[in-house]
């Protein structure tokens, strides 16, 4: 598998327009020519695009496209004698040329219109599209999806396929209702196809899933496909983690099985902070499993100006977040860019050389494992799949606390919570808003804490079973050492600390930490539906850390009347974190969304909510760095016993993010605009950082530190049981070996 013999460089270059404005000057040549002048080692292009042209010569499925000098075939021949590997995408669900074939073939909403990949704005008439969405469940599956993926493959020899694009989920708002899928569906289950979802209706509930199978057994079909042209081939899928409502998340975790990896692709980035590409990352990778490889997206343009090349830290950054996450960085440009405004292939030139150089500490290498974040396919989609938004936010908060802490942590996929769930591999695991749990993952857990783990679970635990039945209670009730009466949702709440265990735990904070937020649609709630939401969690076995508190009315009327928090009412006998010892392990519990509160307002007060009990309960971390919680840090560990750390500069003084807030009624004109997106332009360097590792981790005598690119010797003392290695200074990244002293 050629995928797994050095660290991936990648480079996609879209010809991405119905008239080719640049085709005619794009070839082989200053392809590969591109490819080498950014140190690239793999190269991805379109074998067909969305308007279904194809880019090499012999189909007998589509035309060529018309202004293209671009041969794939000889694209491969000449990038292979350069040692660079190319993937070529396909299958591509939007096609203009099937549409006007055979327009009974695109997908199609419960009105009938054609839904549409390509973004129109909400009022316009949908008319001629130029990226209609095909149905996997017409004839175009078995004429052309299949056939394309193996010709692709077959015709110009590359090295892998990527199925870019391919789309097909379960959300009514984007699910398809053509006659296909009417038939199918009133095949396989003898029940006509529902024009909504209601959980409460099975024949909705066997829709949902039935519309992952479509997926599932499509992408099934093509990698058989491609794997018949060429056995060798990696066959990977486009995600889209952070689009689609995540819809693309549960597509891997339910084809793993055929996927040899992912393309995570991560245009979101630009309008979102620090963090964003190392959750996905880390989100991705627990999803196929880590042993599989996953691109993840630095554009090469900035946000959605794909001509626009944005400055150089921006890039840099973008790179080396992903690469310390475990990723491979997937550089995407343009045609329209590269001859308009080329100017972010010099900052890639320069950060994949540096990548080149360090390629021998990059692969072969595995985590530093200490906090597990689980990340639940059926929580999403079967308790959230509404609102989606607030099961991530709630397992991004609590990512985003241990990484601003400087914990190494990673995300486990709960599918694989039988085989990691172990307190040698996972001192602490995290649950964060796990509201659907299976009885074989609620007994894998209870086991993990018998063992000696420390599991933290947060607000409806395991509330509702995969079949979607409930509970009536959380699971692991006697584990969290608390009995549940239900939830209150009052919108507003607090977490009252002034208890036995002030001066223990929460020395230094207020009394009472306010829980909930205004609304930020506003528009018939004033308050943010269920962030503010507390269980009725009585303490049976555990001790009550804290307590809950309600606010004194609906909503606060002091500043801003109907937006404000309600100051607090007096205690509750409701545990609002509780801690509970059982068998060798013990389990800490939070009666409200600690993460998505973290993730939303990002307050120390809420990181220390956690990070308090676990400082004093759990075992130490095995790696942590004293330094500002603007810095990440990713530990590794090699084959060959060395470490290896990642540290991510992300100090940066003109990074401006804004969003609107909700309107009300009677609003004036706003004051200056709603909406600000900008890059990174400069870095802030860090100084004096510490790092410290367990000296356990690493055998024999004090170890030898160095730091790329400089190979810079590091001062390395001893500090009780820790090494402490000294960083003079950190700008963008910096990569550590630790290494036993010779």
Same mark, same amino acid.
């Given at each position: 598998?050629?995928?797994?013999?050095?660290?991936?460089?990648?480079?996609?270059?879209?010809?991405?327009?119905?008239?080719g404005?640049?085709?005619?000057?794009?070839?082989?040549?200053n392809?590969?020519?591109l490819?080498?002048? %950014?140190?690239?080692?793999?190269?991805?292009?379109?074998?067909?695009?969305?308007?279904?042209?194809v880019?090499?010569k012999?189909?007998?499925?589509?035309?060529?496209?018309?202004?293209?000098?671009?041969?794939?075939s000889?694209?491969?021949?000449?990038?292979?004698?350069?040692?660079?590997h190319?993937?070529?995408?396909?299958?591509?669900?939007?096609?203009?040329?099937?549409?006007?074939?055979?327009?009974?073939w695109?997908?199609?909403?419960? !009105?009938?219109?054609?839904?549409?990949?390509?973004?129109?704005?909400?009022?316009?008439?949908?008319?001629?599209?130029?990226?209609?969405?095909?149905?996997?469940?017409?004839?175009?599956?078995?004429?052309?999806?299949v056939?394309?993926?193996?010709?692709?493959?077959?015709?110009?020899?590359?090295?892998?396929?990527?199925?870019?694009?391919?789309?097909?989920?379960?959300?009514?708002?984007?699910?398809?209702?053509?006659?296909?899928?009417?038939?199918?569906?009133?095949?396989?289950?003898?029940?006509?196809?529902?024009?909504?979802?209601?959980?409460?209706?099975?024949?909705?509930?066997?829709?949902?899933?039935w519309?992952?199978?479509?997926?599932?057994?499509?992408?099934?079909?093509?990698?058989?496909?491609?794997?018949?042209?060429?056995?060798?081939?990696?066959?990977?899928?486009?995600?889209?983690?952070?689009?689609?409502?995540?819809?693309?998340?549960?597509?891997?975790?339910?084809?793993?099985?055929?996927?040899?990896?992912?393309?995570?692709?991560?245009?979101?980035?630009?309008?979102?902070?620090?963090?964003?590409?190392?959750?996905?990352?880390k989100?991705?990778?627990?999803?196929?499993?880590?042993? !599989?490889?996953?691109?993840?997206?630095?554009?090469?343009?900035?946000?959605?100006?794909?001509?626009?090349?944005?400055?150089?830290?921006?890039?840099?950054?973008?790179?080396?977040?992903?690469?310390?996450?475990?990723?491979?960085?997937?550089?995407?440009?343009?045609?329209?860019?590269?001859?308009?405004?080329?100017?972010?292939?010099?900052?890639?030139?320069?950060?994949?050389?540096?990548?080149e150089?360090?390629?021998?500490?990059?692969?072969?290498?595995?985590?530093?494992?200490?906090?597990?974040?689980?990340?639940?396919?059926?929580?999403?989609?079967k308790a959230?799949?509404?609102?989606p938004?607030?099961?991530?936010?709630?397992?991004?908060?609590?990512?985003?606390?241990?990484?601003?802490?400087?914990?190494?942590?990673?995300?486990?996929?709960?599918?694989?919570?039988?085989?990691?769930?172990?307190?040698?591999?996972?001192?602490?695991?995290?649950?964060?808003?796990?509201?659907v749990?299976?009885?074989?993952?609620?007994?894998?857990?209870?086991?993990?804490?018998?063992?000696?783990?420390?599991?933290?679970?947060?607000?409806?635990?395991?509330?509702?079973?995969?079949?979607?039945?409930?509970?009536?209670?959380?699971?692991?009730?006697?584990?969290?050492?608390?009995?549940?009466?239900g939830?209150?949702?009052?919108?507003?709440?607090?977490?009252?600390?002034? %208890?036995?265990?002030?001066?223990e735990?929460?020395?230094?904070?207020?009394?009472?930490?306010?829980?909930?937020?205004?609304?930020?649609?506003?528009?018939?709630?004033?308050?943010?539906?269920?962030?503010?939401?507390?269980?009725?969690?009585?303490?049976?076995?555990?001790?009550?850390?804290?307590?809950?508190?309600?606010?004194?009315?609906?909503y606060?009327?002091?500043?801003?009347?109907?937006?404000?928090?309600?100051?607090?009412?007096?205690?509750?006998?409701?545990a609002?974190?509780?801690?509970?010892?059982?068998?060798?392990?013990?389990?800490?519990?939070?009666?409200?969304?600690?993460?998505?509160?973290?993730?939303?307002?990002?307050?120390?007060?809420?990181?220390?909510?956690?990070?308090?009990?676990?400082?004093?309960?759990?075992?130490?971390?095995?790696?942590?760095?004293?330094?500002p919680? %603007?810095?990440?840090?990713?530990?590794?560990?090699?084959?060959?016993?060395?470490?290896?750390?990642?540290?991510?500069?992300?100090?940066?003084?003109?990074?401006?993010?804004?969003?609107?807030?909700?309107?009300?009624?009677?609003?004036?004109?706003?004051?200056?605009?709603?909406?600000?997106?900008?890059?990174?332009?400069?870095?802030?360097?860090?100084?004096?950082?510490?790092?410290?590792?367990?000296?356990d981790?690493?055998?024999?005598?004090?170890?030898?530190?160095?730091?790329?690119?400089?190979?810079?010797?590091?001062?390395?003392?001893?500090?009780?049981?820790?090494?402490?290695?000294?960083?003079?200074?950190?700008?963008?990244?910096?990569?550590?070996?630790?290494?036993?002293?010779?």
């Amino acid at each position: 598998m050629w995928w797994k013999s050095g660290f991936l460089r990648v480079l996609q270059f879209n010809i991405e327009d119905p008239y080719g404005f640049f085709a005619d000057k794009i070839t082989a040549d200053n392809l590969v020519s591109l490819a080498k002048k %950014t140190h690239a080692n793999v190269l991805i292009v379109f074998a067909r695009d969305g308007w279904g042209r194809v880019f090499y010569k012999g189909s007998r499925l589509y035309p060529r496209h018309h202004n293209s000098k671009l041969d794939v075939s000889e694209l491969v021949e000449k990038a292979s004698k350069e040692g660079i590997h190319v993937i070529v995408m396909a299958a591509h669900t939007a096609n203009r040329y099937l549409y006007r074939l055979h327009p009974s073939w695109a997908q199609r909403n419960t !009105k009938g219109e054609v839904i549409v990949l390509e973004h129109y704005p909400r009022a316009a008439r949908i008319v001629d599209p130029h990226w209609p969405q095909i149905c996997p469940n017409s004839p175009a599956l078995d004429k052309y999806f299949v056939p394309e993926v193996e010709e692709a493959v077959r015709l110009t020899g590359a090295h892998g396929l990527l199925l870019d694009s391919f789309r097909y989920f379960p959300d009514p708002a984007r699910a398809c209702y053509c006659k296909f899928c009417r038939i199918k569906f009133r095949e396989e289950y003898g029940e006509e196809l529902p024009d909504k979802m209601d959980t409460e209706d099975e024949a909705a509930r066997h829709a949902w899933e039935w519309r992952y199978k479509v997926n599932v057994r499509a992408i099934e079909r093509m990698y058989h496909a491609v794997k018949r042209a060429n056995p060798d081939a990696l066959f990977l899928y486009n995600s889209h983690p952070a689009g689609w409502a995540g819809r693309g998340n549960i597509v891997v975790s339910k084809s793993r099985h055929v996927l040899d990896g992912v393309f995570a692709e991560a245009s979101e980035v630009d309008v979102r902070g620090p963090g964003m590409l190392t959750i996905i990352t880390k989100l991705t990778r627990a999803l196929i499993g880590e042993d !599989k490889p996953v691109f993840v997206s630095r554009n090469l343009f900035y946000d959605l100006r794909p001509v626009h090349s944005p400055p150089k830290p921006t890039i840099r950054l973008g790179v080396y977040e992903i690469v310390a996450a475990g990723g491979y960085p997937q550089a995407t440009i343009f045609s329209s860019q590269f001859f308009s405004d080329p100017r972010a292939v010099e900052a890639l030139e320069e950060v994949y050389a540096e990548l080149e150089e360090l390629e021998e500490y990059l692969v072969e290498r595995e985590p530093i494992r200490y906090i597990g974040v689980v990340f639940d396919p059926d929580t999403h989609d079967k308790a959230y799949w509404s609102k989606p938004e607030y099961y991530i936010g709630e397992v991004e908060g609590v990512s985003f606390i241990a990484m601003h802490n400087h914990f190494p942590w990673t995300i486990i996929s709960s599918q694989d919570l039988y085989k990691l769930a172990d307190k040698d591999l996972y001192p602490i695991i995290i649950a964060p808003g796990t509201k659907v749990v299976s009885d074989d993952v609620e007994e894998a857990l209870r086991q993990y804490v018998a063992q000696g783990g420390i599991l933290v679970t947060t607000h409806e635990f395991g509330y509702m079973r995969p079949d979607y039945t409930y509970r009536e209670a959380l699971a692991l009730q006697d584990v969290l050492g608390i009995r549940y009466e239900g939830t209150l949702r009052f919108g507003f709440g607090y977490v009252h600390l002034r %208890t036995q265990y002030y001066d223990e735990y929460w020395k230094g904070l207020p009394e009472a930490i306010p829980l909930g937020d205004h609304s930020a649609a506003f528009v018939k709630e004033r308050v943010e539906p269920r962030l503010g939401e507390i269980t009725r969690a009585l303490p049976t076995t555990a001790q009550a850390l804290a307590l809950a508190r309600m606010g004194r009315s609906a909503y606060g009327y002091e500043y801003t009347l109907g937006r404000s928090t309600p100051p607090p009412d007096s205690p509750l006998r409701l545990a609002a974190v509780a801690v509970n010892s059982y068998g060798s392990g013990l389990s800490l519990y939070y009666s409200f969304r600690l993460g998505a509160h973290y993730s939303r307002l990002g307050l120390p007060d809420y990181s220390e909510l956690l990070l308090r009990p676990l400082l004093k309960l759990a075992p130490k971390p095995p790696i942590f760095l004293k330094g500002p919680d %603007t810095v990440q840090v990713e530990p590794y560990r090699k084959k060959d016993g060395s470490i290896i750390v990642h540290l991510v500069n992300h100090t940066y003084n003109q990074r401006i993010l804004s969003a609107p807030t909700g309107p009300s009624k009677q609003a004036p004109p706003g004051f200056d605009p709603a909406y600000r997106v900008h890059p990174i332009r400069s870095l802030i360097p860090v100084r004096g950082l510490e790092l410290y590792v367990e000296k356990d981790k690493i055998a024999g005598s004090r170890p030898k530190a160095v730091a790329y690119p400089g190979e810079i010797i590091l001062d390395v003392a001893e500090e009780g049981d820790y090494y402490k290695i000294i960083i003079p200074e950190l700008r963008d990244h910096l990569l550590i070996t630790i290494t036993q002293s010779s």
